[in-house]
C-alpha cells in the first residue's frame, strides 16, 4: 500500500462553526513510527471512505496542572490517529499534541505543565492505513476546562502557653483544615502524636499537651492538612519547635527556638 507524509497544507481553521474558516487552528507535520501519518488531502487509491464519529466524550479531566483528554469513536470502522489541539480561551494560538495512533476505538492524552486559567480544546482523528484519509474534529465545537489556581495551605500565628506539665499551642489555617500535634523530649527517639481534630475549619487552632515532665526539654511540630489532600508543616515537615517546661517553682522554661 502507498504511503504518504503528512501535507503541509494548512488545516481548517477552529471557530465556533467548524465549516467557517478562522484564524488560529494549528498545522503542522506529524509522524508515526507504526505507519505513515494522516494526510489532511483524501487518499484517492485507498477505496472505502471512513469517517471517525464521536460516540462517547469526549471528557476533559484536570488534576493539578495535567488534564486528560479522553473519547471512544464509532466501532465500525477502523481504528486510526489523533492529536489534541489546546489553548487558553481566547488565546491566538493553538498548541498540538503530537500525532499517535488509537487503542482500539478509545483514546486519551494527557497533556501536563499547565498553568492556571480555562482552556478550550479539540481532538483531531484520522481513519488508518486502508481507507481514505478523512479528518473529524470533535467535538464540532471546542470544549473547554479549567485548571484552578495552585493553592498554598498556610499555619500563622503559633503562639505557647507554657505550664510546668502542660503546653497550649496556637495557631491559625488559612483554609479549612485538621490538624494534629506530634511532640517528643528531645532525649526521646520515637514522636507521639495527639489525636486529630474531628472537624476541618479555619482560622484559630488551639491543642494542649498535659502529663509533660516538669523543667523538660520538647520538641514540637504541627501538621495540617485539608479535605483536597494538601498539607502544611509548622516549621516544617522536618523541622520543629523547642519549648521547656517550667520548673517546679515555675521558672526556667518557655519557648527556645525553632530546629530546621
Not at 483528554?69 to 494560538?93: D, E, I, K, M, Q
Amino acid at each position: 500500500m502507498e504511503t504518504t507524509s503528512p501535507s503541509s497544507r494548512p488545516l481548517v481553521e477552529l471557530s465556533a462553526s467548524p465549516a467557517t474558516a478562522a484564524s488560529g487552528r494549528p498545522s503542522g507535520d506529524a509522524k508515526s513510527e507504526t505507519a505513515t501519518a494522516p494526510s489532511s488531502r483524501p487518499r484517492e487509491d485507498a477505496g472505502v471512505l471512513y469517517m471517525p464519529i464521536l460516540l462517547t466524550g469526549p471528557t476533559a479531566t484536570p488534576v493539578g496542572g495535567t488534564v486528560t483528554v479522553a473519547w471512544t469513536l464509532n466501532t465500525s470502522g477502523p481504528a486510526g490517529y489523533h492529536r489534541v489541539h489546546y489553548r487558553l480561551v481566547g488565546a491566538g494560538t493553538w498548541t498540538t499534541t503530537a500525532w499517535s495512533g488509537a487503542s482500539g476505538y478509545s483514546a486519551s492524552v494527557a497533556i501536563s505543565g499547565l498553568a492556571s486559567g480555562n482552556y478550550e480544546y479539540q481532538i483531531e482523528s484520522a481513519t488508518g492505513p486502508g481507507y481514505i484519509w478523512t479528518m473529524g474534529w470533535l467535538p464540532a465545537t471546542p470544549g473547554t476546562y479549567t485548571i484552578a489556581p495552585s493553592f498554598v495551605l498556610e499555619i500563622t500565628g503559633v503562639n505557647w502557653t507554657i505550664g510546668k506539665t502542660t503546653l497550649g499551642v496556637l495557631y491559625n489555617t488559612n483554609a479549612a483544615t485538621k490538624c494534629r500535634i506530634s511532640y517528643k523530649k528531645a532525649t526521646d527517639f520515637l514522636w507521639q502524636q495527639l489525636s486529630v481534630e474531628t472537624s476541618y475549619h479555619a482560622g484559630g487552632h488551639s491543642h494542649t499537651l498535659s502529663g509533660l515532665t516538669v523543667g523538660t526539654v520538647y520538641w514540637i511540630r504541627i501538621h495540617v492538612y485539608d479535605a483536597a489532600g494538601n498539607h502544611d508543616w509548622s516549621p516544617s515537615e522536618t523541622g520543629y519547635f523547642i519549648v521547656k517546661t517550667h520548673s517546679s517553682s515555675g521558672t526556667g522554661g518557655g519557648y527556645i527556638g525553632i530546629a530546621t
